[in-house]
């Protein structure tokens, strides 16, 4: 079946513009997370939601990033007024959430941001 | 809070030489433990999990023993090939409350012929 799905695969934006970042999760997969991986780095958790909600939103840099997801499917996040630290790679990943115990997660191919 | 600890990379082996990549973790709970492997120019996927204490998870040659007592789930493989020539990343999942994923930094390891 088909895996997690990001859109746009690249996207190169100005300083200041606002971008949105889309994640279709696999199908029937409750829970989904947005991480960031930047050049030479780790992954830094950003949110997690349950469904709908966001019960984890801790890792939100800074009020300029937020993330909503509707349907219990497709999630966006949304970067406003771009700075250059933004550039990395956000990425996406599901599981099937807590009514299969600690399931894995299944990662997307990720969106890489650069701002210029 | 929960925390994954790895050792730094980039690793060098030569072909046919045996891995170890060392993780540790701190976690309330009873975590389970992946391992994720992202290949150049690929995304993450997982390579092996293990569930419970003295569970031990294997795939593609590779294994990793979840060790409570040392909270360590070091990964291992008898004989690398170029192949496996990826960034390794060591995570937990802890289920109290919600199913936090929290990822170590990631260790790079190169393997030349």
């Known amino acids: 079946g088909a895996g997690v799905s990001q859109s746009p695969s690249n996207k190169v934006t100005e300083k200041g513009k606002d971008v949105e970042l889309r994640c279709d999760p696999i199908?029937?997969?409750?829970?989904l997370y947005w991480y960031r991986q930047s050049l030479g780095q780790g992954l830094e958790f950003l949110i997690y939601?349950?469904?709908?909600?966001?019960?984890?939103k801790s890792g939100l840099p800074s009020d300029r990033f937020s993330a909503e997801r509707t349907g219990g499917s497709v999630s966006t996040l949304t970067i406003q007024r771009t700075q250059q630290e933004d550039s990395a790679v956000y990425l996406c990943a599901s599981s099937v959430g807590l009514a299969r115990g600690n399931s894995p997660l299944h990662f997307g191919n990720g969106t890489r941001l650069t701002v210029t | 809070g929960d925390s994954v600890t790895q050792m730094e990379g980039p690793v060098t082996l030569s072909e046919e030489a045996f891995l170890t990549i060392n993780c540790t973790y701190t976690a309330t709970g009873y975590p389970s433990l992946f391992w994720y492997v992202q290949y150049p120019g690929e995304g993450l996927q997982l390579l092996l999990k293990?569930?419970?204490?003295?569970d031990k998870g294997s795939n593609k040659g590779f294994e990793a023993t979840y060790r409570k007592e040392t909270t360590s789930f070091h990964l291992e493989k008898g004989s690398v090939q170029v192949s496996d020539s990826a960034v390794y990343f060591c995570a937990l999942m802890n289920s109290g409350g919600y199913q936090k994923v929290t990822f170590g930094t990631g260790t790079k390891l190169q393997v030349i012929p």
């Open positions: 199908s029937g997969h409750t829970a």
């Open positions: 939601f349950q469904g709908n909600s966001a019960p984890d």
């Open positions: 293990a569930t419970k204490a003295d």
